[in-house]
Each structure stands twice: as C-alpha cells, then as structure tokens.
C-alpha cells in the first residue's frame, strides 16, 4: 500500500499517516512496532517522556528496513528546556534511540510557565544546521507560542502535532497552522478513550463506506490535512488504521464529523496553558 506524502516548508516529507508508541514499553513494544513496520507503517512518532526511545531504536534495527526508509520522530521534554539542557536532550535521544540522526525534533510541550521554550527551540533550530535533527517542530504550541518563537529564531516550526479528534476538532489552530505554513500533526486522532466510534455521524459514514469507525475517523484527519498518529498494539487494528486511502468522505460526512466538536471535548492533559510535561 502506498501512503501519500506532505512536503514540509523545510522541503523534507512526512507520510500522511504515522504511528503513535505511547504507552508501549519493553519487549512488548519492540515486537509491537516491528508489527506497525510490517504493516506499512514508515513514521513512528517518541518522546524521551515516553520511556521507550530504546525500543523504537531496536524496533527499527530488528525491522529489517534500511534507516532511510523509516522516519523517527522524538521530543524535548519541558525539564530539558533551557538551550544547553536542549541540546543535550537530543544527544540522550540519539544515543538510546541508537542512531546518528532524528528525522523530526519536537519540543514536546510549550509550558509557558517555566517560560524557556523558545530556548528550546533555538537549540532545535542549531542542531538542525548541524544535521543532527533533519526536521524540527513543536507540539501544543498555541498562535502566541509560535509566533513568538518565528519571530525571535526567524525559523517556522516545520511540524505542531496537536491534540486533534472529533471531539475536539482544532478548527481555529489549524488555520493558525496553515496560515504560518507548519504542518499538524493529530495526537490521540480516534480520541483515545473517549472515542467517537458510535456518534451517528461516524457509524452512518462507516455503514455507507464499508469501513470501520476507526477508518472513518482516520480519514476524516487525512482529509483535514492533519497527519494521524494513532497507537495500536493489536497487528489487525495496525493494518486497518492504515487502510485509508481507498474511499473518500464526501464534503457533508466531513462537516458532521467536524460539528461533533464539543466544549469540553478536549482530553484532560490538553491544554498548552496550563498542562506542563515535565
Ligand atoms: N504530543 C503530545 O503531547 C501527545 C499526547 C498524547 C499522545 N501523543 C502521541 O499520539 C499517539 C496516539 O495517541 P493516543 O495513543 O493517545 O490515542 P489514539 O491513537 O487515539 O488511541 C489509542 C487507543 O485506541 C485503541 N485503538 C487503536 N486503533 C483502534 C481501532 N481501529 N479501533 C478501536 N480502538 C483502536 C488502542 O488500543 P489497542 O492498542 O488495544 O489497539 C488505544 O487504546 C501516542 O501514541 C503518542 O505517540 C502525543
């Protein structure tokens, strides 16, 4: 199965659909996201927050893959924000992850409060120059995050990965993304626990397509433009969240997806202004 691609504004280019390693850890995860490979899956998104960049490394070494046919995606946790402490989170990452350069850098959240990320991002934008990290980005970065970043570095994130379902659709930061030419990215796209798969609009759009839900819910983020993430450890739901590329929703199945966004839709730990990651 061939996945699109979308070219970011530093001409590199991410499939238009990853997968999520979080919470898999140890041996588990290994044989889970050499499935996820085995499946199609080129894009596997880590954290060092998440405790198994080790285990994304072995998973693309036992994988069978050449490095270059697979893209690792990691992020600097808040605690390592200041631009030493940056640059030495990403050389921790190398070095567990096993490999000698990341294909995208995050920083994995703003928090405002500690007031460092632009540090942070300083330290994203040199090692990118070093070739250490080919792409660099941000993650739950609201309009005055980013914009202050571009405009102290000068450099826009190539990437913001977002909190982005049906629940909480994103329509205004998605505009905000687009407009300064960043690419989203969709953290917990099928909403993790409180996913939508039974909301009419869903299971009518499911029934006229003869897809899944899940199927339903990742295209709908493909066609958004957004790049979905989803985690599955189960190899027959790997392969269906990826199967999304032969049935197209029509504008009206968009729109009723889009309108189950709702006030409190988001997930507890969403909010960029007040949630920290340590
Ligand atoms: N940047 C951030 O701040 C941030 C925050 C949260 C997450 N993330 C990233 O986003 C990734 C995905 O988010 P997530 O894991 O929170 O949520 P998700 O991918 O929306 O949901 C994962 C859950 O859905 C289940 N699932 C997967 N496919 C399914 C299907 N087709 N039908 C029914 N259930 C299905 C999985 O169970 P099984 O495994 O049993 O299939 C798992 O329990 C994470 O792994 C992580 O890499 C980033």
């Known amino acids: 199965m061939s996945i699109p691609t979308h070219t970011l504004n530093d001409g590199h280019t991410l499939p238009a659909i990853g997968f999520g390693t979080y919470p898999l850890k140890a041996d588990e995860a290994v044989s889970t996201i050499v499935s996820a490979i085995e499946n199609g899956y ?26 270059e046919e697979l893209l690792v995606a ?58 250490l990290v080919r792409s660099i980005g941000v993650s739950n970065f609201t309009e005055a995050h980013l914009d202050r970043i571009i405009d102290e570095s000068g450099v826009a994130p190539a990437v913001n990965q977002i909190e982005l379902h049906p629940y909480f659709p994103q329509v205004d930061m998605r505009a ?15 909403g993790k626990r409180q996913a939508p ?60 997806i889009t309108a189950l966004g709702r006030a409190d839709g988001r997930l507890f730990n969403g909010d960029p202004d007040t949630h920290e990651e340590m």
């Open 176 to 190: 905000v993304n687009t407009e300064r030419g960043i690419q989203a990215e969709s953290w917990s796209p099928l």
């Open 42 to 67: 080129r894009l596997l998104d880590t954290a060092v927050n998440y405790g198994n960049e080790q285990e994304v490394g072995a998973a693309v070494r036992a994988c069978g893959l050449p490095r």
């Open 197 to 256: 798969f039974g909301e009419p609009a869903v299971a009518a759009a499911a029934e006229a397509h003869g897809v899944t839900p899940g199927q339903v819910i990742l295209r709908w983020q493909v066609q958004l433009g957004s790049i979905p993430i989803p985690k599955s450890a189960t190899p027959e739901r790997q392969r269906a969240n990826l199967d999304v590329f032969g049935f197209e929703l029509d504008d009206a199945e968009m729109a009723a």
């Open 74 to 131: 990691s992020k600097i946790p808040g605690r390592h924000h200041g631009y030493d402490d940056a640059i030495a989170s990403v050389h921790g990452s190398l070095e567990r992850l096993g490999l000698d350069y990341i294909d995208l850098h995050l920083v994995h959240w703003p928090n405002p409060r500690v007031g460092r990320y632009a540090e942070a991002w300083r330290a994203l934008v040199d090692l990118q120059k070093e070739g």
